[in-house]
């Protein structure tokens, strides 16, 4: 994981998670995430979550392109961080009460 951490850490991606880490409500967030990136962008993570969400619980590309309007290359993307990449979407449902479905 520490390779993972190399291509992204640096002193303003430090700064900007601990700002992120400073918000303590739902509505602090979209405050912030409102003045930080555009609609489109939020709408993007919330679908990549979304399909996270989806395939954990098992479901289809065709169930999750129909459910969220993701391309299948999205899908494609979301899946392979899933299984291969550092663990943070893991982390993030687990937090939400999300489990893998057997």
């Not at 967030?29 to 939020?42: G, M, N, Q, R, S």
Request: with cysteine; hydrophobic share 35%; proline share 0%.
């Amino acid at each position: 994981m520490a390779d993972f951490n190399s291509k992204i850490k640096s002193k303003q991606v430090d700064e900007l998670f601990d700002a992120i880490l400073s918000l303590k409500t739902k509505e602090e967030c979209y405050k912030f995430f409102e003045d930080l990136c555009t609609v489109k962008e939020i709408q993007s993570f919330s679908q990549r979550l979304e399909v996270a969400k989806l395939l954990t619980q098992k479901k289809t590309y065709s169930e999750i392109e129909n459910k969220t309007g993701a391309s299948t290359a999205t899908i494609s993307r979301v899946n392979r961080s899933l299984n291969y990449g550092a663990g943070g979407y893991k982390i993030v449902l687990e937090r939400m009460g999300i489990s893998e479905s057997k």
